[in-house]
């Protein structure tokens, strides 16, 4: 399923939508703790080290292009159909926070 963000997100804003990156970020490894719908600072420190980890710029600000990598099971997993490298997110990466 697609979702598309209807604004960028950032620290301190609360909604569905943040409860939707929550759910992505868990997804991949991250944990997330406090209220499901803030976006607070382990939130931010999470978005952070993904930006990091993939390249991006480090801003921990959630826009639609970083939303969409984080939620494509290919690109989250750091796979593309054959491949046999080693996930970039995700359990089994060499950043699984989940060891």
Excluded: C, W, Y
């Excluded at 997100?9 to 909604?15: D, E, V, Y």
């Amino acid at each position: 399923m697609v979702i598309k963000l209807k604004r960028n997100l950032k620290i301190g804003m609360q909604g569905n939508d943040v409860k939707a990156l929550h759910e992505a970020l868990i997804a991949v490894g991250f944990s997330v703790n406090g209220t499901p719908r803030h976006f607070g600072q382990e939130t931010k420190n999470a978005v952070e080290e993904i930006q990091k980890r993939l390249g991006m710029k480090v801003s921990g600000l959630v826009n639609q292009p970083f939303f969409d990598r984080l939620t494509n099971p290919f690109i989250l997993k750091g796979q593309v159909p054959n491949s046999t490298e080693t996930p970039l997110l995700g359990p089994g990466s060499e950043f699984s926070t989940s060891r």
